[in-house]
């Protein structure tokens, strides 16, 4: 029975691995709007029930992908202040933030995600009300998305002074609430 689980696991790995394979080729040659179901579906060389069976849509295809590289770009202690202040380190990762039609979704689950931790911590250090402070953060994951694609998402002596200067900006800010 045990055999039966790892083999199934396995399998399922497999068809992931293949699915988010034929989404990263389909993103690079035509953006997110032109990927459909069928089109990654005859890539991935899977029937769309095996898509069905692993995914709603295109879009939770998308969320999974983005919760996958947020979770493998950066270590749990340091994800929730820095999600947005990196280069992504695959090319296949840096399609997200460089395709139009696919950014506002990483930065809606940077949103998502680490705002538990960081909303609280804006209120504790500038007073401000969860509202307040809710949106003091989504100010700070777009901005900062906002000056990386500015910056080409490329990492350089630039990209890394700015930054620096966004965190310096971010922590004076609270400070001066």
Known sequence: MVDQAKREDRRTRY???VIHEAFFALLGEG??????VTGLCRRAD???GTFYLHYVDKFALLDEVIDEMLD?????????????QR????????????????????SSRIIERA??????EIMERSGADEVTARLLFIYAVSGNLAVNSALGWKRSTRFNEMQAMIRRF?????SSL
């Open 15 to 17: 068809t992931k691995q």
């Open 31 to 36: 953006g997110f709007d032109k990927i459909t």
């Open 46 to 48: 899977i029937n769309r």
């Open 72 to 84: 493998e770009e950066l270590p749990e202690e340091e994800r929730a202040l820095t999600m947005c």
């Open 87 to 106: 280069v992504p380190v695959r090319d296949d990762y840096r399609l997200l933030y460089t395709t139009p039609e696919t950014l506002p979704h990483v």
């Open 115 to 120: 705002g538990a931790a960081v909303i609280p």
């Open 170 to 174: 971010y922590e004076n800010g609270l």
